[in-house]
């Protein structure tokens, strides 16, 4: 009996194992189970080994021919990856491939994808852990158990949009111009499984017809945003970017259209070097036709949990329509516990020549320093105290006043400022300061005062409502501005923004201006969207409408 028994049970092992032997294709060869539009369907998937990239030979074997008789009939690559089943694009096809066709992998990959096939038929681990010591097999066993991947990697979102437009010019007879342009929006993460980002937003005219000679309210405001493609590798000593972007370590010197390359020397330092032009009309020695070169260092200790430190100091050189204009070097520090107190100033010291763009003195000088000290004891509460200095005229366009984007650069001289959260909803802001010219009698009063409401009861818009007073070196004026925002769900948002600016200086002969601008987007289903905007702008030296629409793909 004992022995019917072992026979039976020995019976029983050995036609299990037939039956899954017979199951599950091998790990050296696949079976062509289905052709369709280009596309090949092999009987093995991941639990075999296969992934994504592995090429394969195709081969056909006539019934009662030895398998070295097989002939090749094409190649493909694996497309796409499931638990028992592949798809793969065709690569070359002889004679045409055919269900029941078989698909061989290359020698040099046949290894890694026998241990790939042994590792789906081990345990799977819920949390795989590197040991010191331990059995270097297990350890390579391990390496080869799938893991989900990180959600930045090859995380990719944005849209694009062709955009047309025309301008009503008032001030020229009724004279129209039509511009088309693009509109950009991206934020894509580790692409390809690399430590390069490309993100930002980016919107301008690619050709114009008719008069269009003078930048729009709405050109200037998208000069002021960034995008660009960004390379921050934690475990390389090497950091770099290239497009519309800040120096990360020297904000101070506004926008770039250029790059910055830089090198980590140990933990806390990196250097590197910066090249490219001005864009950014809120720049306060902002011109079109300046290029801007250098080097810098920069020093960083400490946590963003606790007390961070971080310095940076560099040398640079800028020319106008590439003429020689300043040799300058910039110095930017900065002390933050955690949201509490901030402490931060940076400043630009040239070299001066005589002779040089009508200077009559030589020597280093101070052209540029702000300081400020912020102070947040609750998170509805802050404080700030600043000092803002100009050696020179600030050349910033002066159609941003009344959109409150310079606002950093109306206050000169000491300032103060308070942010209150007085409930959920409402903020209650304000910036006070005085600012004293060598020709004043006595200091003028600088003023602003602002209110924002993110959700108004009953038709659910966020608000911001604000009144500016300032007198300084470069004019004297006030503006008064509108921003109101609604968003119905995820498919529609609109936004408009208005407002008025009297200003008194001897860089503008536009004394008065008032504006309103509308924009709107809708999201038509998943990838589809439909975009307008329109632009009123009236005032002493421009005065026109604006029209666009731009319709685009979102992923």
Not at 43 to 59: D, F, W
Not at 78 to 84: D, G, L, R, Y
Not at 223 to 244: D, E, Q, W
Request: aromatic fraction near 12%.
């Amino acid at each position: 009996m004992k022995h019917r028994f072992f026979s039976l049970c020995a019976f029983s092992l050995c036609a299990a194992w037939l039956s899954l032997q017979a199951q599950s294709p091998s790990a050296g060869s696949f079976r062509v189970k289905q052709v369709a539009s280009g596309v090949v369907y092999l009987e093995g998937g991941s639990r075999t080994g296969l992934a994504e990239g592995v090429r394969l030979t195709v081969r056909r074997l006539a019934p009662g021919e030895p398998l070295l008789a097989a002939r090749v009939v094409g190649e493909v690559r694996v497309i796409s990856v499931a638990s028992n089943s592949a798809a793969c694009e065709i690569l070359a096809s002889e004679e045409g491939i055919q269900v029941g066709d078989t698909a061989v992998p290359a020698l040099e990959q046949v290894e890694s994808i026998r241990v790939k096939s042994a590792a789906q038929a081990r345990p799977k681990y819920a949390q795989v852990v590197s040991f010191s010591e331990g059995d270097p097999l297990e350890e390579e066993v391990r390496e080869s158990v799938p893991r989900p991947a990180l959600p930045e990697v090859n995380r990719a979102r944005g849209r694009i949009a062709f955009e047309h437009g025309s301008i009503h010019d008032r001030t020229a007879g009724g004279v129209r111009s039509f511009q088309e342009g693009l509109v950009l929006r991206a934020d894509m993460t580790r692409l390809g499984g690399t430590y390069w980002n490309f993100t930002g937003y980016w919107r301008g005219r690619m050709n114009s017809r008719g008069r269009a000679n003078q930048p729009t309210l709405t050109d200037l405001v998208s000069r002021t945003y960034h995008i660009g493609l960004f390379y921050n590798n934690p475990k390389s000593r090497y950091v770099a970017g290239v497009g519309r972007l800040l120096l990360p370590w020297a904000s101070s010197l506004s926008t770039l259209d250029g790059g910055y390359f830089g090198r980590r020397l140990g933990q806390a330092t990196t250097v590197g070097l910066f090249a490219g032009s001005s864009p950014d009309p809120t720049a306060w020695n902002y011109n079109p036709d300046r290029q801007i070169a250098g080097v810098f260092s920069n020093f960083e200790l400490g946590s963003f949990e606790h007390v961070r430190w971080t310095s940076t100091a560099g040398v640079a050189l800028t020319r106008l329509q590439w003429k020689a204009e300043r040799q300058f070097a910039f110095f930017e520090n900065g002390l933050f516990f955690r949201r509490f107190v901030s402490i931060y100033h940076n400043l630009e010291a040239d070299q001066l020549v005589a002779g040089r763009l009508g200077n009559l003195e030589s020597g280093p000088v101070v052209s540029r320093s702000f300081a400020t000290v912020r102070l947040q004891p609750h998170q509805r509460l802050s404080f700030d105290l600043n000092h803002n200095y100009f050696r020179s005229i600030p050349t910033f366009d002066s159609v941003l006043i009344g959109t409150g984007l310079v606002d950093r650069l109306l206050f000169q001289g000491w300032s103060g400022g308070l942010r209150f959260q007085a409930t959920r909803q409402l903020t209650l802001y304000t910036q006070q300061g005085r600012s004293r010219r060598q020709d004043d009698g006595r200091p003028a009063w600088n003023r602003m005062y602002g209110i924002s409401w993110a959700h108004l009861p009953w038709i659910g818009l966020r608000t911001d409502l604000r009144y500016s007073l300032f007198d300084s070196s470069f004019g004297r004026g006030n503006y008064k501005s509108l921003s109101l925002l609604r968003e119905l769900g995820e498919s529609w948002r609109i936004e408009v923004q208005g407002g008025q600016q009297d200003f008194a200086s001897r860089l503008s002969s536009q004394s008065r201006a008032r504006w309103i601008q509308a924009t709107s987007d809708w999201f038509l289903g998943r990838h589809y969207l439909l975009g307008t905007g329109i632009t009123a702008y009236r005032g002493d030296v421009q005065s026109y409408d604006q029209l666009y629409v731009h319709m685009g793909y979102r992923f």
